[in-house]
């Protein structure tokens, strides 16, 4: 029989096709199916093509039953029935409303999974030493699977048992709330007291020209042995008050309050497969390798194997944040998985959850080997649930989008909507390049950010433009004016991007691009002042962008990875916030604080249309120097503010008629000094910001 190969797959909802590659003739042969190992149906109608044996059945295979093809010869072939989530009437038959996941009392507890193509689930629930304990659930509508057990099964670890195509798997439950270490199991959580729990925001309303993005990870924020934080590294360091720096500095959640910063944007914490989470220091990596959707790392907790642990750490952080006056955005990963042979969905429902190329191999439109299809209805329905568990159980303010392209606008949409019923100052953002072809929605990429009109995009115009101009290049001189305003409005020989400012994430550095320190190093510019001073021109210009400023944790400090661009492994002497540089360095933070709450005064930065500001801004050139001025209201008393770049090498002067106030210059903001000047000078790679003084003040001249 080693020349004799078989299969047997269900290709069509009543067609059966047998794969038959032997060097004996098989017409003769009889075929049956057998039926949850009892009653047996007689194939008798086929087609013969090649090597394939098509049979039709009466009338379309009810799913969730054991099927063999069974013949005299050969015996039991298990029936393969994956192939039924393509069908037509798959999503419409199957899509489920209800209730997902455990659902605890101190009475009793109730299982809910979806798996419509299993013949069988159990639940195991792990005991002492070992010892498990099996319990069947029942099939239900739409392929939901339900069993409800008597008695206290609080913390109660257990995973499921499932039957597809005749293979038996063991996996985990996809909307468990907490787990063990390592995917060890999934485990019961009292949900009402998590909910009861979460550290929701009583922050005032914020004005979309206040936002400031700050990107972080945490362990980055905390790891650094130089500090007196206790909990390094972990979600408890990050709400650890009064720690600081060998010389004194403020440190971890401290210092990122003196930054003024209105969000954190916290690299993933939902629980990824890519760290041993009982040895955590032993290995690094930011997260972007999801396992579970809804339970948080446990690398990050203090007792990783603890399922209150994480969760209840996870809060106390977002909560010592928010307390902070620090909004949390969460970096969500809901493109591709780390191990998809290993993600509980796909597990419990063999071929659905991932994209297919052509030739029906996973696609990896990603760069990670697979994408999750968030156009099927359950898919799309795991990453919503899992979202909205993230807002109303963690509390978090906003979202953003790893790799937002591969998703589709609908569910983009649906989140926001959600988070914006919950929260007014919610955001959603991602990265919107154009990635994979639209499906049965159109994708959430820039081609198509007129459909998400309140969703943000990072701007890697932005970024190109910017990070060149600060350097020197006059050619990128229509590029970063483009920029500056927003992508928004048509420019030279560029389009506009969004149909609205706030679309605009404006940044010139995050966590897998090349530091703009090293950008700049790469490029050529040895000179280790002459890089600091493009760092500072840099960090201001992106604060002083209309659309959202982002800065990348280290940035306001020009600190450097060491030249690697994506650092995702490379452990903590590369990627952690350093409390050196913050000592050594700590003038160019401060003049990024004191250009962020300069910003936050300019009530021009609020804008959102863009004819206002085509109508508002005026661009003018003064040798190789570029003004911007913007007219109009602007929280100051004054009828212009002016923003002076000088991209170049040498000292620049501008000559104005009349006084002018200056209110920031190469030091930061000139904090209520009232200096005012007409010939005045800007330095090399330096941004000087002027204002119209108001009329009441006295005429005066030079400092």
């Not at 063999?68 to 037509?88: C, H, K, M, R, W």
């Amino acid at each position: 029989m080693k020349d004799t190969f078989v299969s047997a797959r269900l290709v069509a909802p009543n067609q059966i096709r047998v794969l038959l590659v032997s060097p004996a003739s098989w017409e003769k042969e009889r075929f049956w199916l057998e039926v949850d190992h009892q009653s047996e149906i007689a194939l008798h109608s086929r087609k013969i093509e090649g090597d394939y044996l098509d049979f039709t059945l009466p009338s379309p295979l009810a799913l969730g039953h054991s099927y063999f093809v069974y013949t005299p010869s050969l015996g039991n072939i298990p029936l393969d029935v994956s192939e039924a989530t393509t069908f037509p009437d798959f999503d419409e038959n199957y899509t489920y409303h209800g209730r997902l996941g455990p659902e605890y009392s101190p009475e009793e507890t109730t299982w809910r999974v979806w798996a419509p193509l299993a013949s069988s689930v159990s639940l195991v629930v792990h005991q002492k030493r070992g010892r498990e304990v099996l319990y069947p659930l029942r099939r239900f509508a739409r392929g939901t699977w339900i069993l409800t057990l008597k008695g206290n099964f609080l913390h109660a670890a257990y995973h499921f048992r499932v039957a597809n195509n005749e293979v038996v798997t063991d996996t985990l439950d996809p909307y468990a709330k907490s787990s063990l270490a390592n995917l060890g199991a999934s485990v019961v959580m009292d949900e009402r007291k998590i909910l009861a729990e979460a550290p929701h925001a009583s922050l005032p309303s914020l004005s979309f020209g206040q936002t400031v993005l700050y990107e972080g990870n945490v362990r980055d924020l905390t790891v650094d042995s130089s500090s007196d934080i206790v909990c390094k590294g972990l979600y408890l360091g990050l709400t650890e008050s009064g720690r600081k720096t060998f010389k004194g500095n403020a440190f971890g959640l401290d210092y990122l309050r003196s930054l003024g910063v209105t969000h954190l944007q916290l690299q993933p914490l939902q629980d990824f497969g890519s760290v041993d989470e009982m040895k955590p220091f032993s290995q690094y990596n930011w997260g972007y390798d999801p396992m579970q959707y809804f339970v948080p790392e446990g690398s990050y907790a203090t007792k990783p194997n603890d399922p209150e642990s994480r969760v209840q750490e996870a809060q106390a952080m977002i909560r010592a944040l928010h307390e902070a006056g620090i909004r949390v955005v969460l970096d969500v990963v809901y493109n591709h998985v780390y191990r998809p042979a290993r993600f509980a969905m796909a597990q419990l429902v063999p071929n659905y959850c991932f994209r297919h190329t052509h030739d029906g191999k996973l696609s990896s439109y990603s760069g990670c080997g697979d994408d999750l299809d968030s156009n099927r209805p359950m898919v799309r329905r795991l990453i919503e649930d899992s979202a909205k568990w993230w807002i109303d159980a963690y509390g978090v303010d906003g979202f953003r989008f790893d790799l937002m392209g591969l998703i589709d606008t609908k569910t983009i949409e649906d989140i926001r909507h959600y988070g914006k019923a919950k929260n007014s100052d919610f955001l959603c953002y991602g990265e919107g390049w154009e990635m994979a072809p639209d499906g049965q929605e159109k994708m959430a990429n820039m081609a198509h950010a007129s459909l998400l009109p309140h969703v943000g995009f990072f701007n890697d115009r932005f970024r190109d433009a910017v990070r060149a101009y600060c350097a020197g290049d006059l050619g990128e001189r229509d590029h970063f004016i483009y920029a500056m305003l927003g992508s928004a409005n048509d420019w030279a020989d560029q389009k506009a991007l969004f149909s609205s400012v706030a679309q605009s994430i404006n940044y010139i550095e995050c966590h897998d691009n090349a530091t703009y320190y090293d950008w700049l190093r790469k490029r050529g510019i040895t000179s280790e002042a002459e890089r600091l001073s493009i760092v500072k021109f840099g960090l201001a210009s992106v604060l002083f962008s209309f659309g959202i400023p982002f800065l990348h944790a280290g940035q306001e400090l020009g600190q450097t990875k060491f030249g690697n661009e994506n650092s995702y492994n490379l452990g903590d002497l590369v990627n952690k916030l350093s409390t050196k540089m913050l000592d050594t360095r700590l003038e160019i933070a401060q003049y990024g604080v004191s250009a962020l709450r300069l910003r936050q005064k300019l009530s021009f930065f609020a804008w959102q249309d863009p004819k206002t500001l085509a109508d508002r801004v005026d661009i003018l050139s003064f040798g190789d120097g570029l003004l911007i001025r913007v007219k109009g209201d602007n929280g100051l008393d004054s009828d212009a503010v002016d923003f002076l770049f000088n991209p170049t090498a040498s000292a620049l002067t501008y000559a104005y008629p009349d006084d002018r106030w200056i209110l920031f210059d190469g030091g930061g903001a000139c904090d209520g000094a009232r200096l005012l000047g007409r010939n005045v000078i800007i330095p090399k790679h330096s941004l000087l910001i002027t204002a119209v003084p108001p009329s009441h003040w006295p005429s005066s001249h030079g400092r």
